[in-house]
């Protein structure tokens, strides 16, 4: 990582950087499954740890340099971001399920729930939040797992069993919600780190991918183009225009 200190060139090279630590990481747990697996069954088993492990280890030292590399990458867009939603945010609640075209049965909040302080889809939104505090992209992942699962959960609960949140359609206004209603202070970064992160892993995580792609989408088409938000949502801020983002 030495040689990405200088942040300029470091931005330039993006995602390099952050491949040459996954293939580190995948060469690493080769080595150890050659010295150590030997073929038993016991030792095999064992085998399945040994990359999340190695892979805490490695992000635990150069994870401050390589995301850092990726703030600075994605500095005005989670600017743009983080002024949209805070437009959003005024909404809040049913209002804003709303004015995102909820259909009713996914409005999981009722007035009462309001007035006590619950947004909808609260234990979502503190899942997604918890990614900002987490070194490793494994963790990370999880956690965004963790809002989906949470996500279609509530809307289960809230129904008492008779619907479900199945079809996309159904599903991205309910993304955009979870997120105007975060507080990752930087989450275009977040999720283009999480998105480099898995196109250089060459198996599994086929579901954590589609829900990274659907969140790259929600950010710029949906906050920053404004196709699904409704007008009202941005009243206060007239003119505002899609800016060009690179995805690192």
Excluded: W
């Excluded at 993006?14 to 050659?34: A, D, G, M, Y």
């Excluded at 659907?214 to 800016?243: D, M, R, W, Y």
């Amino acid at each position: 990582m030495e040689k990405y200190r200088d942040v300029e060139e470091g931005v330039k090279s993006l995602p390099t950087p952050l491949n040459e630590i996954i293939l580190l990481i995948s060469e690493i747990v080769r080595l150890f499954e050659k010295q150590y697996n030997y073929g038993k069954q016991s030792t095999k088993e064992l085998m399945g740890y040994c990359q999340v492990s190695i892979e805490r280890f490695v992000f635990s030292k150069v994870y401050e340099t390589v995301f850092g590399l990726y703030m600075h990458s994605n500095m005005e867009a989670d600017a743009e971001l983080n002024k949209k939603t805070q437009q959003l945010k005024k909404f809040r609640g049913r209002k804003l399920m709303q004015l995102l075209e909820f259909k009713p049965e996914y409005i999981a909040v009722t007035e009462e729930e309001e007035e006590k302080g619950k947004v909808g889809y609260d234990s979502s939104i503190e899942a997604i939040n918890k990614i900002e505090l987490l070194l490793y992209p494994h963790e990370k992942l999880a956690q965004v797992m963790q809002m989906y699962a949470d996500m279609k959960t509530t809307v289960i609960d809230y129904s008492k069993g008779k619907t479900e949140l199945i079809t996309m359609d159904d599903q991205m206004p309910v993304f955009i919600y979870i997120m105007a209603m975060c507080t990752l202070p930087h989450p275009f970064t977040e999720i283009n780190f999480l998105n480099d992160y898995l196109n250089y892993q060459d198996r599994g995580y086929d579901t954590e991918q589609q829900l990274v792609t659907n969140l790259q989408v929600i950010f710029t088409l949906h906050f920053i183009g404004k196709s699904a938000v409704h007008p009202e949502c941005f009243q206060a801020s007239p003119g505002i225009t899609q800016p060009e983002f690179t995805l690192h």
